[in-house]
């Protein structure tokens, strides 16, 4: 994933308006927005290693929105990336309704794995 990497760098090394507002497009309407549930596991990962990077308020005036879109999805592919990216992301949004939609998430995430368990 050096790419995203690339990315990250760029995004936040690099002034220019133009450019981060292409990335910006890039992350959250070819990735985020993306029929592909490869490209959308992608973008989680993306959010997960600029969070890291960016302020609270930069991270949920971007891209927050078209995260908490994606995970709330009922696929298995996606809880799995949400849950090993969970800890750079949650600090960013820790507002009460982010917070609030995310513990719904897990909850959701948790019947999910456990609807498919058989005693």
């Not at 973008?43 to 969070?51: H, N, T």
């Not at 600090?91 to 309704?97: G, H, M």
């Amino acid at each position: 994933m050096h790419i995203l990497d690339i990315l990250v760098f760029i995004l936040i090394k690099i002034p220019d308006h133009h450019t981060r507002m292409k990335i910006h497009h890039f992350a959250n309407v070819d990735l985020a927005q993306s029929k592909s549930i490869f490209d959308r596991k992608i973008y989680i990962i993306f959010c997960a290693k600029v969070a890291a990077k960016i302020s609270k308020k930069y991270f949920k005036e971007v891209f927050a929105f078209a995260l908490l879109k994606i995970i709330e999805e009922k696929k298995k592919d996606i809880a799995i990336i949400f849950l090993q990216n969970i800890i750079p992301i949650r600090k960013k949004l820790e507002d009460i309704s982010s917070t609030s939609k995310i513990e719904n998430t897990l909850t959701m995430f948790k019947n999910l794995f456990h609807k498919d368990t058989y005693i």
